[in-house]
């Protein structure tokens, strides 16, 4: 019966994907009314096993469209389950057989392998058939069984529209340690639909609604029993679990002038959280640690931090936009950024990664400029709602602020001003102690400049610049290590633009660089201490 409805109620939508619908739904049938756990009146529980819809749309927990995601994110959860909570809740994920050509996927079959993640199960939708044509392997069933297992996974295949088969496949796969499952299960896009069935070029159509008349007619007329499933209960297991308020173990220790590096900083801030025992290798497999760092954070079960270098992150872009169309609360952590990365070369240079995150809505954007300002940076972002990016250099600077100073979301810092200052320099990370260097020689000649730390790029501290600009001449410089395109000079002309009375000059890395000594790229490249001074002084003159 419940298989009928399935069907019938994906008629009654005018999906438009019926007949990939319609291939899992006896799938669909057996986990949510005979194999998972869950409370029904509460679909968010703790303790309610949890169900990744991976093949095409979303469920529960998050958003998949983007197919080869849902796997990563399920193994994030079955990694908090088994080993953060410890508790009985499994993890099931439906996949479709054409997402199997993404990396991702095999990414995220090597992890859930490598930390023996017995809990998950993941399901391989083999219908056949693809949004064109014939996918690759059709039904070579025994191919997705042989691949699963060189994986290190336990692998059940079985015939997918053989609702005991699959009952006892769910129950032998709860009953396996140290490994995961996956059941390949062979069936039939278009599944029940007469002339539709195993047929091509029905992907993404919905059905005419005489057509889809008929059809509910026929799955009614073979419904042959009323009787109502429930699920089972969830065993009442999982920890009470309180992420609110999250406070450091001590206050930041550094002293003025002390030279260290904001990634290295950001790294001593994350151990001093509350679980600096919680660190999940990934890996070389950027994009599914994004997922699974997503799956961790599902349900609030965790707070999490995943990093890597900026510039590796562009690839999981599609990981990263999936989770703020979620509205997960996720912590990512960008190091080595610009062409203060050095003799590393452009590969390693990240110079886009501002324009993209600021480009994913409610993402706040901390570019902080030593370390302890990293340290506020990363306690705000634990205790932030949403997406957060933290950007650090490699490079060793400065300890500018002292351990009694505050910061927030949104609030810039004016670290030099007088009243004769005759223009504004913002800068951030690298680029602001250029400007404090800058400054200090301009103030050799008698020219004094007024330099901002921007501190979040994004929201921005709109309020601070314009005021600050009006009272230093109306000239802003903007100064960065990232291309002009989406950073903080494009960021700031937007906050400026209402504005006659005040002009910004943007200093930017203008190109691909090249490989070489990090202050030497800084200057080659017209973000350096040097060239501040040359705009500087063009500016005073201008007025």
């Given at each position: 019966?419940?298989?009928?409805?399935?069907?019938?109620?994906?008629?009654?939508?005018?999906?438009?994907?019926?007949?990939?619908?319609?291939?899992?739904?006896?799938?669909?049938?057996?986990?949510?009314?005979?194999?998972?756990?869950?409370?029904?009146?509460?679909?968010?529980?703790?303790?309610?096993?949890?169900?990744?819809?991976?093949?095409?749309?979303?469920?529960?927990?998050?958003?998949?469209?983007?197919?080869?995601?849902?796997?990563?994110?399920?193994?994030?959860?079955?990694?908090?389950?088994?080993?953060?909570?410890?508790?009985?809740?499994?993890?099931?994920?439906?996949?479709?057989?054409?997402?199997?050509?993404?990396?991702?996927?095999?990414?995220?079959?090597?992890?859930?392998?490598h930390y023996n993640l017995?809990?998950?199960?993941?399901?391989?939708?083999?219908?056949?058939?693809?949004?064109?044509?014939?996918?690759?392997?059709?039904?070579?069933?025994?191919?997705?069984?042989?691949?699963?297992?060189?994986?290190?996974?336990?692998?059940?295949?079985?015939?997918?529209?053989?609702?005991?088969?699959?009952?006892?496949?769910?129950?032998?796969?709860?009953?396996?340690?140290?490994?995961?499952?996956?059941?390949?299960?062979?069936?039939?896009?278009?599944?029940?639909?007469?002339?539709?069935?195993?047929?091509?070029?029905?992907?993404?159509?919905?059905?005419?609604?005489?057509?889809?008349?008929?059809?509910?007619?026929?799955?009614?007329?073979?419904?042959?029993?009323?009787?109502?499933?429930?699920?089972?209960?969830?065993?009442?297991?999982?920890?009470?679990?309180?992420?609110?308020?999250?406070?450091?173990?001590?206050?930041?220790?550094?002293?003025?002038?002390?030279?260290?590096?904001?990634?290295?900083?950001?790294?001593?801030?994350?151990?001093?959280?509350?679980?600096?025992?919680?660190?999940?290798?990934?890996?070389?497999?950027?994009?599914?640690?994004?997922?699974?760092?997503?799956?961790?954070?599902?349900?609030?079960?965790?707070?999490?931090?995943?990093?890597?270098?900026?510039?590796?992150?562009?690839?999981?872009?599609?990981?990263?936009?999936?989770?703020?169309?979620?509205?997960?609360?996720?912590?990512?952590?960008?190091?080595?950024?610009?062409?203060?990365?050095?003799?590393?070369?452009?590969?390693?240079?990240?110079?886009?990664?501002?324009?993209?995150?600021?480009?994913?809505?409610?993402?706040?954007?901390?570019?902080?400029?030593?370390?302890?300002?990293?340290?506020?940076?990363?306690?705000l972002a634990a205790n932030?709602?949403?997406?957060?990016?933290?950007?650090?250099?490699?490079?060793?600077?400065?300890?500018?602020?002292?351990?009694?100073?505050?910061?927030?979301?949104?609030?810039?810092?004016?670290?030099?001003?007088?009243?004769?200052?005759?223009?504004?320099?913002?800068?951030?990370?690298?680029?602001?102690?250029?400007?404090?260097?800058?400054?200090?020689?301009?103030?050799?000649?008698?020219?004094?400049?007024?330099?901002?730390?921007?501190?979040?790029?994004?929201?921005?501290?709109?309020?601070?610049?314009?005021?600050?600009?009006?009272?230093?001449?109306?000239?802003?410089?903007?100064?960065?290590?990232?291309?002009?395109e989406g950073g903080i000079?494009?960021?700031?002309?937007?906050?400026?633009?209402?504005?006659?009375?005040?002009?910004?000059?943007?200093?930017?890395?203008?190109?691909?660089?090249?490989?070489?000594?990090?202050?030497?790229?800084?200057?080659?490249?017209?973000?350096?201490?040097?060239?501040?001074?040359?705009?500087?002084?063009?500016?005073?003159?201008?007025?």
């Amino acid at each position: 019966r419940a298989d009928g409805e399935v069907r019938a109620l994906e008629m009654h939508e005018r999906s438009s994907h019926p007949t990939s619908c319609s291939s899992a739904a006896e799938i669909m049938s057996v986990l949510f009314f005979h194999t998972m756990r869950y409370k029904q009146e509460d679909p968010e529980n703790a303790d309610n096993d949890r169900f990744i819809l991976s093949k095409r749309l979303s469920f529960v927990d998050v958003a998949t469209g983007w197919l080869g995601q849902g796997l990563g994110a399920a193994c994030g959860m079955a990694y908090t389950g088994k080993y953060f909570d410890k508790a009985s809740y499994r993890v099931f994920c439906l996949m479709g057989d054409g997402e199997s050509s993404e990396g991702s996927v095999w990414e995220a079959l090597a992890f859930a392998s490598h930390y023996n993640l017995d809990n998950l199960v993941a399901i391989f939708d083999v219908n056949r058939l693809g949004h064109s044509g014939a996918l690759p392997l059709e039904h070579c069933i025994d191919v997705y069984q042989k691949r699963c297992e060189a994986f290190g996974w336990n692998t059940y295949v079985v015939d997918g529209r053989d609702v005991e088969a699959l009952c006892q496949v769910f129950w032998q796969a709860s009953q396996v340690k140290n490994k995961p499952t996956a059941v390949v299960a062979k069936t039939f896009k278009g599944r029940g639909i007469p002339s539709v069935e195993d047929a091509e070029n029905w992907h993404g159509k919905p059905m005419p609604k005489e057509r889809a008349d008929a059809i509910i007619k026929l799955i009614e007329s073979q419904i042959q029993t009323n009787k109502n499933l429930e699920p089972k209960p969830p065993i009442e297991d999982s920890p009470q679990i309180n992420i609110m308020d999250i406070e450091m173990s001590s206050p930041p220790a550094y002293k003025v002038g002390e030279q260290i590096a904001t990634r290295k900083a950001c790294g001593l801030a994350l151990a001093k959280l509350e679980h600096p025992d919680r660190f999940i290798e990934c890996f070389i497999a950027e994009q599914n640690m994004v997922s699974v760092a997503l799956g961790c954070a599902t349900r609030g079960r965790t707070v999490a931090f995943a990093s890597t270098f900026a510039a590796f992150l562009t690839r999981a872009f599609d990981q990263i936009r999936m989770g703020a169309i979620s509205q997960i609360n996720i912590n990512l952590i960008g190091s080595h950024c610009g062409v203060s990365v050095g003799e590393d070369g452009p590969s390693q240079m990240a110079l886009e990664d501002l324009a993209m995150f600021r480009s994913v809505p409610n993402c706040t954007i901390f570019y902080p400029s030593d370390a302890i300002s990293t340290e506020h940076a990363v306690l705000l972002a634990a205790n932030t709602k949403g997406m957060c990016y933290i950007r650090t250099s490699r490079p060793e600077t400065a300890v500018i602020y002292t351990p009694q100073e505050s910061f927030a979301i949104g609030q810039a810092k004016v670290v030099r001003h007088s009243v004769n200052d005759k223009v504004t320099v913002i800068g951030a990370g690298v680029t602001l102690h250029e400007a404090l260097a800058a400054a200090e020689d301009l103030s050799k000649e008698d020219i004094s400049i007024r330099v901002i730390d921007l501190f979040t790029i994004k929201p921005l501290d709109v309020t601070t610049i314009v005021s600050n600009a009006k009272a230093a001449g109306g000239r802003i410089i903007t100064v960065e290590d990232h291309y002009p395109e989406g950073g903080i000079g494009e960021a700031v002309c937007a906050a400026v633009s209402m504005e006659p009375d005040i002009l910004v000059h943007q200093l930017a890395v203008p190109g691909v660089p090249r490989s070489g000594k990090p202050s030497e790229l800084l200057d080659m490249y017209g973000v350096s201490a040097r060239h501040i001074i040359v705009v500087s002084v063009k500016c005073i003159l201008m007025n």
